[in-house]
């Protein structure tokens, strides 16, 4: 194959980044926009000698799982959707399947073990309008008109689009003040490559228990000119109870500053998982689909098998958010988390709903866990510490290999690992499974419908010796 070469090709599978996979006579094609299922034409823009990239030019053949009409208008050119065009049950089998393929192909698992842990994924009745948080970038088109959106897949160009179908309804209002606000009083965008103008990013962040909005503008600047002018319009929208601005005056592709700063009302909004109530800031971790978040977190409880004797340790465990879920059905729960702002939020839920049986360490795990291990050891005559159920839920790229080693000394009886990385689950189950854990349950959660992630919640005991 070489670059301008035309070709037809079916579609057979998903990638990373949600462009369809086909093969032609062993040549893999990676080609945007395609489907499973689609037979399409496709010109070739980046051949390398095994694979290649190509443009998608025309639906030959339309998958049979294609949605005629999908919900929203710039699916195609936005980054954020990257497979809305693809009926939602067909999206839900294809994220089991990446589950299953990675565990399988990275992580060594037989597939007799996973035929009996595989339990079906979990879907959502109505996929769209799920997300409690949006960030939206803020910029100036060709005509000089400040605009607001997301950006196209793998740039930072923002497409214009205030009504994003996986968002709360209240944001299009949002932004629509925010801008008027902006070009009222001639308050500039910020301009990426010259790193300049003033208003980088909108974050909202939506209760959807509680009702109660955040907005959060993230600026390049110490001050938000007419700042208290913003703050009194958005303070009219019902359930808007903090407004505040974010300093970030880095050349950064990361959203927030470090420093937030009040505008009106509170630093923060609640919101209920459960019958837990959370404390979220503008910095605070929080799972962006609640319903599914609730589910998410029901089969981490389940498959933790609490009776009320057991210690659990919550690793990575942010503003507290799965140590309070799980507090109720636990003798003791011990979060550990790196994020000091994290911990004293994870604290302050705590006290908040009267739970008293969590205690927060602030620290790396892998150095948290040795140290109270030996004060446990010295307490106890010699004894050594055994923990009963640890609970992970790292970012993307999994659990430091140093941290799996300690959690192995610990000898738990039970592993919950909460993923949204099937690849690293894969490669940390594998290690493991080798220190003497095996796979007993694996769970699929559509935490993100119509995006190639997906989150999953897998069990492993500990093997008799």
């Not at 062993?26 to 299922?37: A, M, R, V």
């Not at 927030?256 to 404390?279: A, E, S």
């Not at 970012?395 to 941290?403: H, T």
């Not at 119509?450 to 500990?462: G, Y």
Request: net charge negative; hydrophobic share 35%.
């Amino acid at each position: 194959m070489q670059k301008n070469d035309v070709v037809t090709v079916k579609i057979e599978d998903i990638g990373n980044s949600g462009e369809g996979i086909g093969k032609i006579d062993g040549y893999t094609l990676f080609i945007k926009d395609s489907i499973i299922g689609d037979v399409v034409e496709a010109r070739i823009m980046k051949a390398k000698k095994n694979y290649a990239y190509a443009k998608l030019l025309n639906v030959v053949t339309p998958s049979e799982y294609r949605v005629e009409h999908p919900a929203c208008q710039v699916v195609r050119s936005c980054g954020g959707c990257q497979i809305q065009e693809m009926e939602y049950g067909r999206q839900l089998q294809f994220k089991e399947d990446k589950v299953r393929e990675n565990l399988m192909r990275i992580g060594g698992i037989p597939r007799e073990i996973l035929s009996g842990a595989m339990e079906p994924v979990v879907g959502m009745e109505e996929p769209f309008a799920y997300r409690n948080k949006a960030q939206f970038p803020i910029g100036t088109d060709r005509n000089g008109r400040i605009v607001a959106g997301f950006y196209a897949g793998r740039t930072h160009s923002i497409i214009p689009n205030r009504k994003c179908a996986l968002g709360v309804e209240v944001n299009e209002r949002i932004l629509g003040i925010v801008i008027d606000f902006m070009e009222e009083y001639r308050i500039s965008s910020y301009d990426e490559g010259e790193h300049r103008g003033l208003v980088r990013h909108v974050l909202i962040r939506y209760g959807f228990q509680t009702k109660e909005i955040m907005v959060c503008l993230v600026i390049n600047g110490e001050e938000l000119p007419h700042g208290e002018v913003l703050a009194q319009r958005l303070s009219a929208i019902e359930g808007m109870t903090s407004v505040t601005f974010s300093v970030n005056r880095e050349r950064t592709n990361v959203i927030m500053g470090d420093v937030i700063r009040p505008l009106w009302g509170q630093m923060y909004i609640t919101d209920r998982i459960g019958d837990v109530k959370y404390q979220i800031s503008p910095l605070s971790f929080y799972q962006v689909n609640p319903v599914q978040t609730e589910n998410l977190y029901g089969i981490a409880l389940e498959y933790a098998g609490l009776t009320g004797t057991e210690t659990v340790w919550d690793l990575y465990c942010g503003i507290g958010t799965i140590s309070l879920f799980l507090a109720g059905k636990a003798k003791q729960v011990y979060g550990v988390e790196v994020v000091p702002q994290a911990v004293r939020d994870a604290r302050n839920n705590a006290g908040m709903n009267g739970i008293r049986n969590v205690e927060f360490f602030e620290g790396k795990a892998e150095k948290v866990l040795p140290e109270f291990g030996r004060r446990y050891e010295e307490e106890h005559g010699g004894e050594r510490y055994h923990a009963d159920v640890v609970v992970v839920d790292p970012p993307r790229k999994g659990c430091d290999e140093g941290l799996l080693g300690t959690i192995v000394e610990m000898g738990a009886e039970r592993i919950v690992y909460v993923s949204c990385d099937p690849a690293t689950l894969a490669r940390d189950l594998k290690f493991l499974r080798g220190e003497g854990y095996e796979v007993e349950r694996v769970r699929a959660v559509d935490q993100f419908p119509h995006t190639v992630h997906v989150e999953t919640v897998c069990l492993l005991s500990k093997k008799a010796q």
